[in-house]
């Protein structure tokens, strides 16, 4: 499993970025911005999901930060510093027990699996994860760019046809469509859709 990049973080105050990086270093910048007179709206964007959030930037800059920090935070998967004693019984492996429902031949055929149900039914996904993930990949990416388009262009000219090229995965279409808009919001939307592939 490889390491998840660090969280990246973009803000717009409105259509103009103004800020990227991570979250304690756009939060400064945000809480600077709302506190200047006839200050536009901002927008504080995940990366990773295109989403905007929200944060609380009230206070000095230690309050806003500690805020976004909680030391209560821990990793429950791995902790790579600590070395717990393993006690008797299964190790911990992270898993997450949730209902499946399948049908009876299903159920017949991962009986007769080596290792039972569980067992197989990890090897299925891992399988499906490795066959399908630049799929997955296009199509989170695909989620992002609409999300963050839908915030910040969505009463634009084009916009419902550069959702439709983004969707049919038409680079030239999209484009063209969203060439009108402002310089920011159109090089944003592009890199969350096709990261450095453009």
Known sequence: ?????????????????IASGSL??????????MESPGADPVLIFDDATG?????????????????LSPDTVTDTVTDAGAVAPRGRGR?????????????????EWLATQSG?????LRKLVEAARRSSGGQDRSRQ???????????????????EEAARALFANDRVRLG??????????RDHALA??????R
């Open 24 to 33: 304690p270093a756009v939060a400064l910048v945000v809480k600077q911005a």
């Open 116 to 120: 039972g149900a569980s067992v197989a």
């Open 51 to 67: 989403r905007s959030i929200d944060i609380d930037v009230r206070g000095p800059d230690e309050e806003v930060l500690a805020r």
């Open 176 to 185: 063209e469509m969203v060439a009108p808009w402002p310089a920011d919001v």
């Open 91 to 107: 190790p911990r492996l992270g898993v997450v027990a949730r209902e499946v429902t399948l049908l009876p031949r299903h159920w």
């Open 1 to 17: 499993m490889t390491d998840s990049p660090t969280p990246s973080f973009t803000v717009f105050s409105a259509s103009r970025r």
């Open 192 to 197: 969350l859709a096709f990261g450095n592939e």
């Open 141 to 159: 990416a695909q989620e992002r760019a609409y999300h963050f388009m839908s915030a910040m262009a969505g009463d634009l000219p084009g916009f």
